[in-house]
């Protein structure tokens, strides 16, 4: 999730890199239907999830929960399942304080990497943002659920999802923050990717 002052624009990823995934600007950069996406053999996809601070008040399950958000929609079997350790997971999730030269609206931000020799997605950085500037405004019940959203907005990207134009998505990329369950759209787009479950 971005602020659309920040284009950072949204390009053919080139495979085997990591990929910024959803720091697109709707303003600038039409609505596109979604391709990559993971090969569903190999699922499911093993998430390291570090402790939560604190703060936060965010068990692992409570995580890998919200991850789950998606799985009704693309998948009859569990999505993730836990790693003990970060060598062994496909997705990696880490909790980051807003970088300095991050726009502060920044809620968190996911980066893919595609396989060059099959063209699947095979792998996901997820970044959680733990202090975002919309964190001031809200009761500690909505932070939860801010970093909930958070997450499954951000998964929705590990996915292959991209953003919504739709402004009750949880996949838009300045009101998904509201959402903890996907719209109509978002289930839409995961549907093209994986098929109906
Ligand atoms: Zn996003």
Do not use: K
């Not at 600007?25 to 979604?34: F, G, R």
């Not at 970093?147 to 999802?161: C, D, S, V, Y």
């Amino acid at each position: 999730m971005i602020v659309p002052a920040i284009p950072l624009g949204y390009t053919t990823p080139p495979p085997g890199v990591g990929i910024p995934y959803g720091a697109t600007n709707p303003a600038t950069q039409p609505y596109t239907m979604p391709t990559l996406r993971w090969d569903t053999a190999h699922w499911p996809i093993t998430v390291y999830i570090p402790p939560a601070p604190p703060i936060l008040g965010l068990s692992q399950q409570d995580c890998v929960h919200a991850l789950n958000t998606w799985q009704a929609y693309c998948s009859s079997s569990p999505l993730v399942t836990l790693a003990d350790r970060p060598a062994q997971a496909a997705i990696q999730l880490q909790w980051h304080p807003l970088p300095p030269t991050a726009h502060p609206n920044m809620c968190g931000h996911t980066q893919i990497q595609v396989s060059a020799h099959t063209g699947h997605i095979v792998g996901a950085n997820l970044t959680i943002i733990t202090n975002a500037a919309i964190d001031q405004r809200l009761t500690i019940p909505q932070r939860q659920q801010r970093i909930r959203a958070t997450l499954g907005h951000e998964m929705g990207h590990a996915l292959g999802l991209r953003h919504s134009v739709d402004t009750q998505s949880l996949m838009h990329p300045q009101q998904g923050w509201r959402f903890t369950t996907p719209s109509a759209q978002d289930i839409l787009q995961c549907q093209r990717l994986y098929g109906h479950r």
